[in-house]
């Protein structure tokens, strides 16, 4: 069974950083882009980040460009976002999800980030 | 980026009867590789999204046979030929074609 448990979220300030964890099982994780995908209270998802199976092509929405940094560490199965200098609008549950034809087949719980001062 | 447009954005439906989404996209969604990534997903409250149908008509693992996907671009559908109780919720859609990958608004199914 494909599991997909986030960590890493809470409550920061404006301006501070985040590291966003993601542990994968059930599944051969080395093969796969992953991603994450964001939900900010209320509203629909967005896709923030993907990353391909060996970590050498990485794709950003321009909301987070120079500021979140995806990586990945296949001997680990695990997914990381790295997220610097924060703002409120990055407040969201932040979603790991495994990408199977250009989207998400499974996706883990989620989360929770919340920026604010 | 690549605007989806769905509607109803709200859709009471009666159990038992036949339901309808549709979903427009701003661009052509045919990929260079000559698939259409165009997904569905449902959320129910609380829950993580869960994808339902991929590549337009194709219906994920364990989905019902009751939801089925259509449309050739710009617009697509999908169909719920008999609602039951637990198909409440919002339904997406989403493109994965164009990067930054988009969704839907969303539309929010309930029970009448």
């Known amino acids: 069974e494909v599991q997909l448990l986030e960590s890493g979220g809470g409550l920061v300030q404006p301006g501070e950083s985040l590291r966003l964890s993601c542990a994968a099982s059930g599944f051969t994780f080395s093969i796969h882009w992953m991603g994450w995908v964001r939900q900010a209270p209320g509203k629909g998802p967005e896709w923030v980040a993907t990353i391909k199976e060996d970590g050498s092509e990485k794709y950003y929405v321009d909301s987070v460009k120079g500021r979140f940094i995806i990586s990945r560490d296949n001997a680990k199965n695990s997914l990381y976002l790295q997220m610097d200098r924060l703002r409120a609008e990055d407040t969201a549950m932040y979603h790991c999800?495994?990408?199977?034809?250009?989207?998400?087949?499974?996706w883990g719980q989620g989360s929770r980030v919340t920026v604010s001062s | 980026d690549v605007v989806m447009t769905q509607s109803p954005l709200s859709l009471p439906v009666t159990l038992g009867q036949p339901a309808s989404i549709s979903c427009k996209s701003s661009?052509?969604?045919?990929?260079?590789?000559?698939?259409?990534?165009f997904h569905w997903f449902h959320q129910r409250p609380g829950q993580s999204p869960r994808r339902l149908i991929y590549l337009v008509s194709n219906r994920d693992s364990g989905v019902p046979d009751r939801f089925s996907g259509s449309g050739s671009g710009p617009d697509f559908t999908l169909k719920i030929s008999r609602v039951e109780a637990e198909d409440v919720g919002v339904y997406y859609c989403?493109?994965?074609?164009?990067?930054?990958?988009?969704f839907g608004q969303g539309t929010k199914v309930e029970i009448k």
């Open positions: 661009q052509s969604l045919v990929h260079r590789d000559g698939y259409t990534y």
């Open positions: 989403m493109q994965g074609t164009h990067w930054p990958w988009t």
């Open positions: 999800a495994r990408v199977v034809g250009h989207s998400g087949d499974h």
